[in-house]
């Protein structure tokens, strides 16, 4: 069984649709995803976007995923994807440092065979969402694990894209006092925020090739999910809508999956049904 399809699917998720209704494909795999906007603008809709439309690689071995989930409640909605998962902060920051464990184990496997990560079932891709980035960067009140989260994102963002780590981080201040590392994400995408962040976002110009964040409609007035996207082909940022991912929806995607129990940042194997 090749999994063409499937594979073909990380490079090319659908995501949402253009001003145009022409849907935006984004790549996931050798990538790095930064969302910024305000809080209830729809950040979660791209997040849940993003996992589900990973559904069918999921299912056949491709991806892997980790959940960070300082809030408690954005990704916990889908608890049986993530086959790591951590909600408070000595838990995150031991699963982020499991992450990097398994890039460097993974980086050491492929030196000096290939340069290049291909996803597979005994390799897949691993996916790390991190909920809100900016409390693990500034807001952790532990200032030694803000300081070991701080250095294992760093690590993944910097060595992640070649031997398949792809991190997804989602944030409401995107100043470099809260996500100092904002520059090392390849895909950006900007919803609803006022003009100066704009351009830290999606980089110097920004604002003045079109993408005028502070103009996208309010959430109850039709604005969730809108943002400005900017990826390493395009030359100016694209509107795109992402879609309303209710609890029911997300509940009704993962229903159909195999239970995966995962307690803190540890993983639960015994008696896992096969995928």
Same mark, same amino acid.
């Given at each position: 069984m090749g999994y063409e399809r499937e594979l073909a699917l990380l490079k090319a998720v659908p995501m949402g649709r253009g001003l145009d209704g022409t849907v935006w494909h984004m790549p996931i795999v050798w990538q790095h995803v930064f969302i910024?906007? %305000?809080t209830g603008s729809g950040k979660g809709s791209?997040?849940?976007t993003l996992v589900l439309g990973l559904v069918p690689a999921w299912r056949?071995?491709?991806v892997e995923?980790?959940?960070c989930d300082p809030k408690m409640i954005e990704l916990a909605m889908g608890r049986e994807v993530w086959e790591h998962y951590a909600d408070n902060d000595e838990d995150s920051v031991t699963m982020l440092e499991q992450c990097v464990d398994a890039m460097h184990e993974r980086t050491r496997h492929m030196q000096g065979i290939s340069r290049k990560?291909?996803?597979?079932v005994s390799q897949p891709l691993n996916v790390l969402v991190i909920d809100e980035m900016g409390y693990l960067a500034a807001y952790m009140p532990d200032k030694r694990l803000r300081e070991r989260a701080d250095k294992a994102v760093r690590a993944l963002l910097a060595k992640g894209r070649a031997p398949g780590f792809a991190v997804v981080g %989602?944030?409401?201040d995107p100043r470099k006092e809260t996500c100092g590392y904002r520059d090392q994400f390849s895909i950006r995408i900007a919803g609803l925020m006022t003009a100066p962040m704009v351009d830290l976002v999606l980089g110097e110009g920004a604002y003045e090739a079109g993408?005028?964040?502070d103009r996208i409609p309010l959430p109850h007035a039709g604005g969730a999910g809108v943002a400005y996207v900017l990826d390493e082909v395009s030359m100016k940022p694209r509107m795109v809508r992402a879609p309303w991912c209710s609890d029911e929806v997300?509940?009704?995607v993962l229903a159909r999956m195999p239970v995966k129990a995962v307690v803190g940042a540890q993983d639960v194997k015994d008696e896992q049904p096969a995928r």
């Open positions: 910024a906007a %305000a791209w997040l849940w056949a071995g491709l995923f980790w959940g990560f291909t996803p597979s %989602a944030v409401q993408a005028l964040c997300i509940q009704r």
